[in-house]
């Protein structure tokens, strides 16, 4: 997928955001092959240093690989002239402008209604953490929504918090819907929209369109299941060399795969006729998930992971081995991963980094590095809002760009 057959390719966007939710969003923009522009104040925004950092450099893997395939532009947000500035990239005339993603908070000079007073149809999408107002993250959120309760050993009460962003990042393609969505209304209307996304809504919405909180308000709390999968029959096994497998059988297809792999078919069918279940049923699988895992393990510990490895591939069961991600690096650069890649990116060094993982006619898009912070400022500004090097000089030489 080249840059100009790119889907997104042509389509601006301005990004004001920091962290996660809104930098995500950006990121699956710029791989979709649109041009996004970064704003940031100078100095960066609270997230130019959030770790992880290089060790070598000291610079944020963070940032970095959340702004690759952006522009970047620093500008004084304090200074009226600078406030202007981002203001006209902001609403920029053309039918592909006038598109923008922020979290910004406690800033009415840059609100929807300033914005709409200088582009009718501007687009402009705002990350939140609570739609009344109140800070939220993903951090705060999670607990919120009662999934931290769920998460755990079974045998221990203490809520346990993920490490995964999962709402930023949901919120971030929640996001990128959004605005795609308002593209073509404006295509096809000529409005413009204002979009709200609030990290506590995307999050209660996610766990109600599972079905987890009806199913509450009819029984009552799930119990904690530790690393049992809930409704189906899923759990991890250790092998006799100490590697960790998860197997999974949601269908009766993969229960009769795992049942031949581990030459199991006939204690099942007995198991099941003692019990008075039928465990080709994903339901009776579950409800019987703990007598099941104990036929099983012992074929896990009698048998090193090669063993083990081969026996469920030939069966064609539904596995996986857990890595940690020091195994998942060495993996990748003894055995490749066509989504991954290793770069050289400025300021940092060699990292690994990603394509998108969107396949356009089965094809990966190709790698992007980050720019480092204002490295695009003047080229952004010339370009979009036509400065000349005069005027560039003079908001140097002022600070609203700061030195060059």
Known sequence: MTA?????????????ASFVAGPSAGVTFAQLGAEVIRIDPLGGAADIGRWPVSRRTGASLYWTALNRGKRSVA?????????????????????????????????????????????????????????????????????????????GPADSDRPVNHVLPAW????????????LAAVRRRALTGEGSRLQIALDDVALATVANLGWLSEVAEVGDRERHGNHMYGTFGVDFVTRDG?????????????????????????????????????????DRYRHREVVEAVLRPWFSQRPFPEVQTAL?????????YRSLRQVVDDFRAEGADVLVEMDQPGVGQVISARSPIRVDDRYGEPAVASELGADTDGVLAD???????????????GVLGTR
């Open 313 to 321: 591939d030939a069966a064609g069961a539904l596995w996986s081995r």
């Open 243 to 283: 590697e960790r497998v998860m197997v999974v059988a949601l269908t009766g297809r993969q229960w009769s795969a795992l049942c031949a792999a581990t030459g199991t078919e006939e204690v099942m069918a007995a198991l099941g006729r003692s019990l008075s279940a039928d465990l080709s049923a994903e339901a």
């Open 4 to 16: 100009a057959s790119a889907p997104l390719s042509g389509l601006r966007i301005v990004e004001f």
């Open 384 to 398: 979009v809002l036509g400065l000349d090097d005069h005027e560039l000089a003079r908001l140097h030489d002022s």
């Open 168 to 179: 930023d990042l949901v919120t971030g393609m929640t996001a990128t819907t959004a605005v």
């Open 75 to 151: 500008i004084d947000v304090r200074d009226p002239e600078g406030r202007e500035l981002v203001l006209g990239l902001a609403t920029a005339p053309g039918p592909d402008e006038g598109i923008v993603v922020d979290n910004i908070v406690g800033r009415p000079w840059f609100s929807y209604e300033s914005l709409r007073d200088r582009r009718s149809d501007v687009i402009h999408a705002r990350v939140e953490g609570s739609a009344d107002g109140r800070a939220a993250v993903d951090y705060t959120v999670n607990p919120a929504c009662g999934v931290a309760e769920l998460t």
